[in-house]
């Protein structure tokens, strides 16, 4: 079946450092999404890539897609305390509408 | 606008006891989802409804676990008999179609099995 795996596990990064996690899914994908998971909180959706090389922005946060559709990656710059929490994408898969989600990166960010 | 609402938060029972979930989706939205997330993983996903019809229940353990979205709205997820291997937070979702489009979660509820 389709996997979607996240790397790194588990970042601890400075505050004002860079940070990056990165998806690899063993399938080509239709769409990505990424979510953000606070401590003792739900998933909150943050974006979804649909094309081919995509990049977006929101703020701090750069978020691509790969050219073969299989990667993705998500680019926080300058963490604040307030990014800490765990970071999912999510694959979609053509016809299957089911949406896998990565095992995430677990962001702690120190004052 | 109302988020997706769960309940109950937290519940606490014995193996091969049975235990319910209930969730109400955002107005509006036709399709809804159970997750099983377990500790330090990514939420799983149980069963997907478009409208009361099951899109996908592939990793639904249908010897155990039984959902249903009788009138299209709300759903309830049914564990009988809950084993150890249960506990986990139980996500509902929902949005406003399948395929693509972004899923809004609830609060979850935390069942421990002991």
């Known amino acids: 079946g389709q996997q979607v795996m996240q790397i790194p596990q588990y970042q601890h990064v400075q505050e004002g450092e860079d940070f990056t996690t990165y998806c690899n899914s063993s399938t080509t994908l239709s769409n990505i999404q990424w979510y953000k998971q606070r401590p003792g909180g739900h998933p909150v959706f943050l974006i979804q890539l649909v094309k081919s090389g995509e990049v977006k922005k929101q703020k701090r946060l750069t978020f691509q897609f790969g050219e073969a559709k299989k990667n993705s990656s998500l680019h926080i710059t300058a963490t604040q305390t307030t990014d800490v929490g765990t970071y999912f994408c999510?694959?979609?898969?053509?016809?299957?509408?089911?949406?896998?989600f990565g095992k995430g990166t677990l962001l702690t960010v120190n004052p | 606008e109302a988020g997706v609402a769960q309940s109950p938060r937290y519940k606490i029972i014995e193996k091969r006891q049975s235990v319910a979930f209930w969730c109400n989706p955002i107005?509006?939205?036709?399709?809804l989802y159970w997750y099983q997330q377990i500790l330090g993983q990514g939420p799983k996903l149980l069963i997907q409804?478009?409208?009361?019809?099951?899109?996908?229940d592939s990793q639904l353990p249908k010897d155990r676990f039984s959902a249903e979205r009788l009138k299209g709205v709300d759903s309830t997820l049914k564990i009988q008999p809950a084993k150890l291997e249960d506990s986990a937070v139980y996500l509902c979702?929902?949005?406003?179609?399948?395929?693509?489009?972004?899923?809004?979660f609830g609060p979850g509820t935390r069942l421990t099995v002991t």
């Open positions: 107005s509006g939205h036709a399709t």
């Open positions: 999510a694959g979609l898969r053509g016809s299957n509408y089911k949406l896998t």
């Open positions: 979702a929902s949005s406003l179609g399948t395929g693509g489009y972004e899923q809004y």
């Open positions: 409804f478009q409208n009361n019809g099951v899109v996908d």
